[in-house]
């Protein structure tokens, strides 16, 4: 069955007449006589009771006229959906980011694009860094917001922007007055990071061992926000990227820029190859590259 014959069926049914339903239906009644007869055949009898005087439906016409207006209300529906989601009218979009970046710059993100598609649902899975490249490559999400992976990582990478580790140290070090800070002053003090296997301590634990330094871990934890809090506390310092510096100022902590060596790297967009986006989730791809001119140091 198609919904052309579908629609002609119920026109017939509904006005009992084929020259009243050839009008409703603007077609010529040899169309419309071909049509039913395609659609009697494929299902395998007559559906109309046809005299020259009366037209009437059969025992089986009678029981496919519920069946074809649910189908037909159920095709029209679908094709409202779908429309709608092209048109980014309605629609569902879930991605995944590390929590650097869920925290602090992906909100505005998502004010600016909800107040252009504010029927448009989005699901934010915050997790670290190799959990957002397991959730693109399974397809759990459409996109996702990590670190450049390594080249042999099965996922397409767009940048956004360069992000900068800086120096985090409490509001009342020496540290915190100045323009900026070597590693060999930072490494001096107890040293605050998070927990393997973030992708922030791998980074910072493989430049400095190519520089012939060691991470002299003596506090560790899951969150971010832990980290600052325990720098404001006096703890000890840390290094992370220049995006959490509003989160390190808003626990108490104090961002220096860092260098000697200066580590950076992109961060960006995951895809899965050979993937097309919906339309929903490509406008959030257009609104993340849009937002995210964002500083790379301390300052």
Same mark, same amino acid.
């Given at each position: 069955?198609?919904?052309?014959?579908?629609?002609?069926?119920?026109?017939?049914?509904?006005?009992?007449?084929?020259?009243?339903?050839?009008?409703?239906?603007?077609?010529?009644?040899?169309?419309?006589?071909?049509?039913?007869?395609?659609?009697?055949?494929?299902?395998?009898?007559?559906?109309?009771?046809?005299?020259?005087?009366?037209?009437?439906?059969?025992?089986?016409?009678? $029981?496919?006229?519920?069946?074809?207006?649910?189908?037909? $209300?159920?095709?029209? =529906?679908?094709?409202?959906?779908?429309?709608?989601?092209?048109?980014?009218?309605?629609?569902?979009?879930?991605?995944?980011?590390?929590?650097?970046?869920?925290? =602090?710059?992906?909100?505005?993100?998502?004010?600016?694009?909800?107040?252009?598609?504010?029927?448009? @649902?989005?699901?934010?899975?915050?997790?670290? =860094?190799?959990?957002?490249?397991?959730? +693109?490559?399974?397809?759990?999400?459409?996109?996702?917001?990590?670190?450049?992976?390594?080249? %042999?990582?099965?996922? /397409?990478?767009?940048?956004?922007?360069?992000?900068?580790?800086?120096?985090?140290?409490?509001?009342? @070090?020496?540290?915190?007055?100045?323009?900026?800070?070597?590693?060999?002053?930072?490494?001096?003090?107890?040293?605050?990071?998070?927990?393997?296997?973030?992708?922030?301590?791998?980074?910072?634990?493989?430049?400095?061992?190519?520089?012939?330094? =060691?991470?002299?871990?003596?506090?560790?934890?899951?969150?971010?926000?832990?980290?600052?809090?325990? +720098?404001? /506390?006096?703890?000890?310092?840390?290094?992370?990227? $220049?995006? /959490?510096?509003?989160?390190?100022?808003?626990?108490?902590?104090? /961002?220096?820029?860092?260098?000697?060596?200066?580590?950076?790297?992109?961060?960006?967009?995951?895809?899965?190859?050979?993937?097309?986006?919906?339309?929903?989730?490509?406008?959030?791809?257009? $609104?993340?590259?849009?937002? %995210?001119?964002?500083?790379?140091?301390?300052?």
């Amino acid at each position: 069955m198609t919904a052309k014959q579908l629609r002609a069926f119920l026109a017939v049914a509904h006005t009992l007449s084929f020259a009243q339903a050839c009008e409703r239906l603007h077609l010529s009644q040899s169309a419309l006589s071909l049509t039913i007869k395609a659609l009697e055949d494929g299902l395998g009898g007559r559906l109309f009771s046809r005299t020259t005087r009366a037209v009437s439906l059969t025992p089986e016409g009678e $029981a496919l006229l519920p069946l074809a207006r649910r189908l037909l $209300a159920d095709w029209d =529906n679908a094709e409202d959906e779908l429309r709608q989601r092209f048109t980014l009218k309605q629609g569902r979009v879930a991605l995944a980011s590390m929590p650097s970046f869920a925290g =602090n710059l992906l909100p505005s993100v998502l004010r600016t694009f909800r107040q252009r598609y504010p029927s448009i @649902s989005v699901t934010v899975h915050d997790v670290i =860094n190799e959990q957002v490249m397991e959730m +693109v490559r399974d397809r759990h999400v459409e996109l996702g917001i990590a670190f450049e992976p390594e080249p %042999t990582t099965p996922l /397409c990478f767009t940048p956004l922007y360069m992000d900068r580790f800086v120096a985090v140290v409490p509001a009342d @070090s020496p540290l915190a007055a100045r323009q900026g800070v070597v590693w060999d002053e930072l490494l001096e003090q107890p040293f605050i990071t998070l927990q393997r296997p973030s992708t922030v301590r791998f980074m910072l634990e493989d430049h400095l061992r190519m520089r012939g330094r =060691n991470l002299p871990v003596q506090l560790e934890t899951h969150q971010l926000a832990t980290v600052g809090r325990m +720098v404001a /506390c006096g703890l000890g310092v840390s290094a992370v990227p $220049a995006l /959490c510096r509003v989160q390190m100022l808003e626990v108490g902590a104090q /961002c220096v820029a860092l260098c000697d060596p200066v580590i950076e790297r992109p961060v960006g967009i995951l895809t899965k190859p050979g993937h097309e986006l919906s339309v929903a989730a490509q406008a959030i791809a257009d $609104a993340l590259r849009a937002g %995210t001119d964002y500083p790379h140091d301390a300052g």
